[in-house]
Every structure is written in C-alpha cells, then in structure tokens.
C-alpha cells in the first residue's frame, strides 16, 4: 500500500501519487484515497486506485480511471496516460519530471531520501553469541542482518542503540570458571584467543561429565558466583574478556559496527530480575506450577493443547533465559525510552520471544506506540541443502567461513588486479570476500533458508556483491577516463536532457531508491533493497552498452555523466546502508 507522502521531487511515483489521490478523492467524493500507484512493466508507472474505489462507489473503475485521465490531473505529471483494462491507467513520466528528479538527486547528498520527521528510538538486539562458545552461521545471519537494520535506521534519522545480549551467565559458568583454573588463565587464554571456543567448552564438559570432584567444585562455583564473590567475579570477568575480545576480531573482519560499548548481557540484567517478578506478581500475573514460577500468556498452548507457561524462575530458585528477556524489555522501554525493540534472532525462537512480547504487554511494560520485532531468520543451508555443515561434519565455524572468503576472493580478484598496488588489493580482497558473504545473507528473504554456495556469491555476473561493487566500479574509471571531477560536475549541473530510452530507463531507475529504503526499513527486509540494487546495476549496464559517455559530447556527455555519477552513489550508498564497502578500482 502507498503511504501518505509528501511531495519530494526527487520522486516522480509520490508526486504521481499525491496528485492521482487528490484528483480520485475529487472524482469519488471521498477523501484519504489511496491511489495505489505501482511501478509496471508496461509503463512508467501504473495507476489502480480506480478498481477499489470503484467498488465503494458503485461505478464501474474504467468510468472512474478515464475521468482521471479526462480530468488533466495528470498532465504536470505525465506526457501520457491511457486507460487499460478493467480500470487501470498506464502512465509516462513528463521527461521535465524525471530530469528534475534525477538533478535533486545529483545535488543532495541523501540521494532524494528526506530523514524521517518522527525520529524514533531503536534498540536492535542482533549478533548475541554465547561466551566459551563458538559463533556459528546463526550469529553469522544475526550480525549481518542486524548491522545492516542499524544502519539503515540510522540513515532514517532514527535514535539506533546496539545492543549485544550476548549469553555470559548461567549454570555452566561454574564449571567454566572451574576449567579456566585447571587450565592456568594463559592457556586458557590462548586456546581461546585463537578462537578454539568450542574446544574449551567441550573439554569443560567431558571433565565435568568424568570427574564427580570437578562437579561439585563446578556447583559451589556457580553459588560463588551468583553470591557475587570477588574472587569468581574476577574469574568470570577473564572468561567472559577473552571471548568477547574474540567476537571483537570476527567483528572487525566483517566490518560490523559493534563494540564493547554495545554489550548488553545476560548478566547485565541479573540485578534487576528480582524485581521483574516481583512486578510480575504485582499484577497478578505469577503462578506457581511445580516449584516453578510461571506466567500463561493466553493463546500459547503445548501439543496436547493445554497452556503453555513461560518459566521465569526454576525450582531451585534461579532465573533464566526468559527473565532476562522480560528485564531487558523493562530496561529497553523504560531506561532507553525505546520504541521500537527489534529482535534479530532466529525463527526457531519465535515462540519464545512472542511469549515474552505477550507476558510484557499483558505486565505493561509494552504498550503502545512502543513495540517489539521479531526479526526472524531462516537457516544457513549447504550445496546439499542441509544444515551447513563443515567437511568434518561438525557446524561450521564463522572464522572459517571468512577465511575461505577472503581466499577465494583472492583467487577471484587476483586473475584481474593487473594494475592495482597491494595495498588496493587488498582492499578490493576485503571488500569482494566479505562482501560476497553478506550480499548472499542478505538479499533473499531473511525469513526463508539459503544455501551457502561460494561460486554463486563470488559470481560476478548475477545478483552478488560481486556484480554490484564491479558495475560500482566500472563507473568510476568512466570518470576517470573521461578525466571529470565528480563534486565539480554535481556544483554546476547544467540541463540535464534525456533523450534515449536507455537513459530514461536508468533515470526512473534512480528516482526509485528513497522508496524503497523506507520499505526496506517498515518491512525489515534488506532483500529489497539488494533486488532494487541489481535491477539498477542491470539497468545501468543495458545504458552503458547503448550509450558511450566518454565519447559523447556536449550536453549529452554532460548528461549521462550526471547519471552515471548518480548511479554510483546510490549503488556505494545503497550497498553501504547494508554493511557493504564499494572500492573505486577492481
Ligand atoms: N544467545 C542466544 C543464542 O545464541 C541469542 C540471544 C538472542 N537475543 C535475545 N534477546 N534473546 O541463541
């Protein structure tokens, strides 16, 4: 559906939008009209608006849509508009309207897309490894995908808090601790450092498995440690410093905006969990079901349909999982002043987080206009379209992966770098590598599995990092063969003529970007802004066959030049938006 917008010439569709609304809303005697403007294939853009109103009015659409047409509405907007079908109008943009378009986008350094009026607060809870334990392809799609949600929020205006909730806090800590001690902290440190998480988690527990000594040493650690004394605190803090300075390399390398001023654990909220139940037993919402204290959100029931309960403190007293939820959602809500929660987390913990969003509206700690996400994502699949699995059969470890990227990417890059330095290389290595990585999390559906396929996402033909960040690239050579300054040509834009259908093509192709950053962002789905990136890279490439631009001269030259350098700047912003870096040489 078309939101309400403003009119922004930068973007002929709202323009064609507002008008279309006002002129129906006159036709029909209603106001609030929604004029139901789409891009077509048929046309520049089409018109449907008629088709439901018609139904409400009680004339036939096609009436309605040639009253339109017959009205002159559309004339400042469109050079045609024809009526089709049962009630649709197929228009052409003005080519007045698409230049201009296309020089507000070449003179503003957000591309067209006006910062939202009604900043909100965003807490995005992405990325969240488990401390001693190994980063898999899951926090792999979480990061990524979380990254690229806080910058898109952050290029909406909006207030962006990171948070990290990653799992520093439960019953294995003490047996953890207990292993760091055997070990000697610099062992231990060094294994891990190395990213051999799994290893030391793994030796932790065959020990404790074995050896009934380590269990209870382990036991009285963990009452230690929830007692708060100094010396496991300290303990607890070496473990949880050497993992977190772990994720912090895997960070760096994939170019994600999480630090340590981001870190948001489980622990953090232990403090506050007493508290929370006791608020949650204010309102009448704690019960007790075998020791356990629970709350029965309604509508959430077991496979034998009977209630099913979210379990905020064990028998033995303790809090879990779900109380840190609630506690954060409290602290997110009230401390933040969020308003709006975005949880990147995978699908199989929907239940889970719907439970907690239920419990904390029913508590009021979540009402309106404040709301939580779930920002649910499928798996990581392999060529065999199962679980990514390393050749070992064990789950692959995210180093790993980013090591073959940048290996391949070598491989790949190396065949065609003839005249770059190492220095470039390497960055083009990077860039291609991890940007291939991410390009392929993120531009398919993030609610649907992909399967991990190297050569298709290091493909430089196709929808891939790859292609883009190289059509990205190609322009700026054009540049400077052309020898033009870019800023210098955007400071004095002359009339900008399009004459060509390849040039118009690419022009309507550029006026779409404000829209659909904003979709990306309503919708939480990067894919569309990577479909909306290729179709342009596409469009730009069918352009650049038909029409030369270095050899071209006068105001044609100066013409494509505009769109050319246009075009970069939304494939380098677009691609940026999404975490993923555009060099200027490949
Ligand atoms: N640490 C969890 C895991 O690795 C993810 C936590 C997600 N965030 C949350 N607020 N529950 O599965």
């Known amino acids: 559906m078309m939101q309400p917008v403003s009119s922004h010439s930068a973007d002929p569709m709202a323009t064609l939008a507002e008008v279309a609304a006002s002129a129906l809303g006159r036709i029909c005697g209603l106001d609030g009209v929604d004029p139901v403007v789409r891009p077509s294939d048929r046309a520049d853009a089409q018109i449907n608006g008629a088709m439901a109103l018609g139904k409400q009015v009680g004339r036939p659409p096609r009436e309605i849509a040639e009253e339109l047409v017959a009205s002159g509405a559309l004339d400042g907007v469109c050079s045609t508009a024809e009526v089709a079908g049962p009630g649709f109008v197929n228009v052409t943009f003005a080519p007045a309207v698409l230049t201009s378009a296309v020089v507000a986008m070449a003179t503003d350094d957000r591309l067209g897309h006006e910062s ?75 294994g891990i450092g190395q990213g051999d998480l799994d290893g030391f988690y793994k030796q932790a527990n065959a020990k404790f498995d074995a050896d009934p000594d380590f269990q209870d040493r382990s036991r009285e650690r963990v009452v230690a440690l929830q ?12 473990l949880v410093a050497l993992s977190t300075e772990y994720f912090n390399t895997v960070y760096g390398r994939l170019g994600v905006l999480l630090n340590d001023d981001d870190l948001a654990g489980e ?42 309960p979210l379990i ?3 028998r033995t007293g303790g809090f879990n999982y779900a109380t840190s939820d609630l506690t954060c959602v409290i602290d997110r809500v009230e401390r933040l002043d969020a308003d709006l929660l975005l949880y990147v987390v995978g699908a199989p913990q929907a239940q889970h987080l719907e ?43 995210l180093v790993d992966l980013l090591d073959e990227a940048i290996e391949r990417a070598t491989a790949a890059v190396g065949e065609r770098s003839g005249d770059l330095d190492a220095d470039a290389v390497a960055e083009v290595v990077s860039a291609v590598g991890i940007g291939a990585v991410k390009y392929a999390d993120l ?48 400071a004095d834009i002359g009339d900008v003529v399009l004459t060509e259908n390849a040039e118009r093509n690419l022009a309507l192709a550029l006026t779409g970007f404000a829209a659909v950053v904003d979709d990306t962002i309503a919708s939480q789905s990067p894919h569309r802004l990577c479909t909306y990136l290729f179709d342009l890279a596409q469009t730009f490439t069918a352009f650049y066959e038909q029409c030369p631009v270095v050899r071209a001269d006068g105001p044609v030259r100066e013409a494509r030049l505009v769109i050319c350098d246009v075009t970069a700047r939304v494939l380098s912003t677009g691609l940026g938006l999404l975490g993923i870096t555009t060099p200027e040489r490949m």
């Not at 990325?127 to 001693?132: D, M, R």
């Not at 007692?227 to 070496?238: C, F, Q, S, V, Y």
């Not at 969990?273 to 079901?289: H, I, N, P």
């Not at 493909?459 to 700026?476: E, F, K």
């Open 267 to 308: 622990s953090r909220y232990q403090p506050m969990m007493a508290d929370t139940l006791q608020r949650l037993d204010d309102a009448g919402l704690l019960s007790q079901s075998d020791g356990a204290g629970v709350v029965f959100p309604p509508g959430f029931t077991n496979r034998d349909g009977e209630p099913l």
């Open 312 to 314: 905020v403190q064990a």
């Open 116 to 190: 939202t009026p009604a900043p909100r607060t965003v807490v995005i809870d992405y990325s969240a490894p488990n401390v001693a334990k190994e980063m898999h392809v899951g926090h792999l799609r979480s990061t990524v995908i979380g990254d690229a949600l806080a910058r898109l929020h952050m290029f909406r205006g909006d207030t962006v808090i990171r948070e990290n909730h990653i799992g520093d806090w439960g019953r294995p800590f003490g047996m953890l601790i207990e292993h760091l001690l055997d070990l000697g902290a610099d062992v231990a440190a060094e």
């Open 443 to 490: 531009s398919t559906d993030r609610v649907r599995d992909y399967v991990f396929d190297w050569d298709r996402m290091l493909a430089l033909d196709g929808n891939t990092a790859p292609y883009l960040q190289y059509a990205h690239a190609r322009i700026c050579s054009i540049f400077r063969r052309a020898d033009v300054d870019r800023a210098a040509l955007r």
């Open 355 to 397: 439970m907690v969003f239920e419990v904390c509206r029913m508590a009021g700690w979540l009402v309106p206009p404040a709301e939580a996400v779930h920002v649910a994502f499928g798996n990581v699949l392999g060529n065999d379209r199962k679980m990514l699995r390393s050749r070992s059969g064990v789950s692959v470890k």
């Open 227 to 238: 007692a708060g004394d100094p010396e496991t605190r300290e303990l607890w803090n070496r």
